[in-house]
Structures are given as structure tokens and as C-alpha cells.
């Protein structure tokens, strides 16, 4: 039965790469955005061009930083606002004003009326899109304890490739909307994504859930380290500040969360003696998310709208790996491992709370979040999307403390602190620091005065 489940994943991962044609050019492509004649801001052209040695820089007509990382030039005249990106999505915003579009003289069916006065009432409010990114930051959270929580009974290859089985079942609807120019780096990305899926699951073996999220939260150092190997872009003290500043607070508050121990028990020349595997792989996952993030912005910048469609590829090349994995793992075909596949783990009563967190962390913090996340985002400016998901860590932190009852030490809150305060940062925008004076000033004397507004009524609200 798991040999079957596994081998539906690769069938299906095959057909669906070998159903990609190559783009019609190689250089450009063009795609219309879905427009209307009373929102010109819809009806725009926007050219994407795959050069592979593309650089990436920080448009200054666009005041919102992605969360993560720069996005790359991809500021339409008639949408100035660009994309909203935030963990590794962007999406184009969102406007309010779609009612202008309709024919008011044919009044909707009740239904309609209905669903548009729920839906549209609560994703049109200002409290609700983020409210509803807050509930993703939440989801997200429940994550690494329920991860731990599974490594008890199951091997952390079973575990993780049964997660990622449900949500590429989940997300396979979108597998065929990706573009074939994408397909890829999507790949590529998958391999990444992979890499950071398997190592938060093996580092949460032996090291607490809460120090796995913090740790994973140092893509802030990640990304932009990225940017400047790959993309050549300047991250210089004086043109990127932010960035600085978020490196700064991530590497004291990982220093900090691993090597400070506030009873005194530990000689200061043993301190590194408390760096353990676990720890080493939950960098490992920073690592493999990080580049996951990076790819997938670049890809989204280019193609927005593709959020659903590159989350289905990564989840599904996750899968695949992880049928690799747990095959080299030895427990497929084993004796009494029969129960540790999908779906016969549903079925065993020793498993039930096992099966329950694969459920959960498959079909609703995979899949469903990303969707959640999606939705919410077009609705919003990246540095405020920034600022709510960096609050994931210390949710991850309260599950553990309510369903594990796990104990943080003075470290554990300070290094967190400093670590969240990182991802905060990241939220930040060069010219937050021209009141200190001008050791941030680039010596730029272009005046910004007649600049467009960002923030235009009907825009995020």
C-alpha cells in the first residue's frame, strides 16, 4: 500500500513534467493582465523577461520591500504599487473598486448577493485580510510541535513524506496551471524546499520545536546573502540599512538562543558543546527554505499569480523526495511498518494522534494556508504582510509551551526576541533611517517630491 501511494506520486510528478512545452520565446513573454475599460489600472501589458543573468534591484517608484527579499523590477505604469510579496509569495494587489464593473442594472440572485456581502465584506474591511494573515501566522506556528509530536511515532521520513503526499493530492488541481517557462526553476526550487521540509522535520528529533522556529527564521540572513552572490545587488551598509540591521539582530539572537545559558552550569569553554545535530540541521532548514523563497519570489515578480501552481510543484518534487528518503530509510516493506503509510496510519488506533498531525499539517497548514495566504496578501503592503508572519516563531513557541509543556529559559526569550526583531526589520525601508543622520545617505539629491503616491484610495483597504 505505501508502495502504491508512492508510486501514484511519481506517475503523476511525470506526467505532469512531461506535459510542458517550451516557451514560444525563448527571450520574452507577454501576457495580458485581466482588464476593465473603468480600472485602466487592470489593463496593463506586462512584459517578463527571462534572462538568465537578470539583475535583481530595488525600484525606487516602490516604497514596499518584499519581506524577505528585493524584488526585481517589475513596476507596471499602470499598476505603481508592483507586487506584494511576503515568505516567498507575491501576489498583484488587490482593488476594491471591481464594483465599478458591474452592471448595476441587473440586480444578483440572493445567493450572490449573499456570498459577496460574506466574502467580499470581510476580505474588502481593513481588519479582515489581515486578521486573516494573522490566522495563516497561527496555522503556520502549529507546525513544529505537532512535527515533534509526530517523530514520536512515527520515523521522521514517514511522517514528513505522508504530510507531503496529502498536500500535493491537495494542490494537484493547480499542478497543470503553472507556466512552462517557469517549470524549471520550479523544479529547482521543489529541490530546496525539499531540503528545508526534511531537515526541520529530522532537527525537531532531539531539539525543542521553539528553538527550530527561531532558528528557521534566519532566512532574513539567507536571502539577502543571495542577492548579492547571485543577483550581484549592492547590500552595502549605506544603500541597504534594513538588511544590516535584520543580520545583526538574527546572528546575537541565534548566538544567544544557543550558547547562553542563563543557569551558569555551562564552563565558557564549553558553550559550543551545547551546539547539537539538531541544531545544525534547523540552520540547514533557514538554508533550504531561504533559497526556496528566493526562487520563488524571482519566479512571482515575473508571473504573478502563480503562487498556487509553484506551491503545487514544491510540494509534489518534497514528495517525491521524501518517497526517496523513506526507501532509503529501510522501514518501506519492513515488518511491522506496514501502519507508517498513507493511508493505513488512519487505521491503526496506535497512530490516531500521529495521523490526525500529518492530517493537519498536510491538508491545512500546506495547502489551505497557502491559499489563506494568497488571498490575504493582495489585500495589504508587503512590509505590513512582513511584520504579522514574523510573529510565527512565537506562536510555535506557545503550542509547544500548551501541548508539550516545554520550559524557556532567560535565553530562549531573549534570543527569540532578538530574532523576531530581525524579521520586524525586514519590514523596514531605507529611508526609515535618514534620522540618523547621513551615514545612510546614498548623497542621491533626486528629488521625490512629484513621485506618485503608493497608497491611492480603494488600493489595500
Do not use: H
Not at 473603468?38 to 516604497?63: F, G, I, M, Y
Not at 529541490?191 to 532531539?206: E, H, K, N, P, R
Not at 526562487?295 to 506551491?311: D, H, K, N, W, Y
Amino acid at each position: 500500500m505505501v508502495l502504491t501511494s508512492y508510486t501514484l506520486i511519481a506517475a503523476s510528478f511525470l506526467s505532469w513534467a512531461a506535459g510542458f512545452a517550451p516557451p514560444a520565446s525563448p527571450s520574452s513573454a507577454l501576457r495580458r493582465i485581466t482588464s476593465s475599460p473603468s480600472n485602466p489600472r487592470k489593463d496593463a501589458l506586462v512584459l517578463r523577461e527571462v534572462v538568465a543573468d537578470a539583475d535583481t534591484t530595488q525600484d525606487e517608484a516602490v516604497s514596499d520591500p518584499a519581506s524577505i527579499v528585493y524584488y526585481d523590477d517589475f513596476l507596471d505604469p499602470e499598476n505603481p504599487t508592483g507586487v506584494v510579496c511576503a515568505r516567498g509569495v507575491c501576489v498583484l494587489p488587490d482593488d476594491d473598486d471591481d464594483d465599478d464593473d458591474r452592471d448595476l442594472s441587473a440586480p444578483p440572485s440572493e445567493a450572490k448577493r449573499k456570498e459577496r456581502s460574506m466574502v467580499d465584506g470581510i476580505l474588502g474591511s481593513y481588519l479582515g485580510p489581515r486578521l486573516l494573515l494573522a490566522f495563516a501566522s497561527v496555522l503556520y506556528g502549529t507546525n513544529f510541535p505537532l512535527g515533534a509530536m509526530m517523530n514520536d511515532s512515527l520515523p521522521p521520513s514517514a511522517a514528513t513524506s505522508a504530510r507531503m503526499l496529502l498536500a500535493s493530492v491537495a494542490l494537484s488541481p493547480f499542478l497543470f496551471k503553472l507556466e512552462g517557462e517557469l517549470a524549471p526553476v520550479a523544479l529547482l526550487c521543489g529541490c530546496f524546499t525539499a531540503m528545508g521540509y526534511i531537515t526541520q522535520s529530522l532537527s525537531l528529533v532531539d531539539t525543542s520545536p521553539a528553538t527550530v522556529a527561531f532558528l528557521g527564521a534566519a532566512t532574513v540572513i539567507v536571502c539577502p546573502t543571495l542577492e548579492v552572490l547571485v543577483n550581484r545587488k549592492d547590500m552595502s551598509l549605506s544603500n541597504a540599512p534594513q538588511t544590516w540591521l535584520a543580520a545583526t539582530l538574527c546572528i546575537l539572537g541565534v548566538g544567544i538562543l544557543e550558547l547562553y545559558d542563563p543557569t551558569g552550569a555551562t564552563a565558557a569553554s564549553d558553550i559550543f558543546s551545547q551546539i547539537g545535530v539538531g541544531d545544525g540541521l534547523a540552520i540547514l532548514q533557514a538554508v533550504g527554505f531561504g533559497t526556496s523563497f528566493f526562487l520563488t519570489e524571482r519566479m512571482m515578480t515575473r508571473v504573478p499569480g502563480q503562487a498556487l501552481p509553484i506551491t503545487a510543484v514544491q510540494v509534489s518534487v518534497t514528495a517525491l523526495l521524501c518517497m526517496a528518503w523513506s526507501v532509503s530509510d529501510g522501514w518501506v516493506g519492513a515488518e511491522n511498518a506496514g501502519s507508517y503509510g498513507v493511508p493505513m496510519m488512519f487505521l491503526d488506533p496506535t497512530l490516531r494522534t500521529a495521523a490526525l498531525a500529518v492530517a493537519w499539517t498536510g491538508l491545512i497548514t500546506t495547502a489551505l494556508n497557502r491559499f489563506i495566504e494568497t488571498t490575504a496578501l493582495g489585500k495589504m503592503k508587503s512590509a505590513e504582510a512582513s511584520v504579522i508572519l514574523a510573529t510565527e516563531p512565537l506562536w510555535a513557541s506557545l503550542f509547544a509551551a500548551l501541548w508539550l509543556q516545554e520550559d524557556f529559559g532567560a535565553n530562549d526569550y531573549i534570543g527569540g526576541a532578538l530574532i523576531v526583531g530581525a524579521c520586524l526589520a525586514t519590514a523596514l525601508k531605507k529611508d526609515d533611517f535618514r534620522g540618523f543622520g547621513d551615514f545612510f545617505d546614498d548623497g542621491s539629491d533626486e528629488d521625490t517630491t512629484n513621485a506618485r503616491p503608493l497608497e491611492t484610495k480603494g488600493s489595500f483597504e
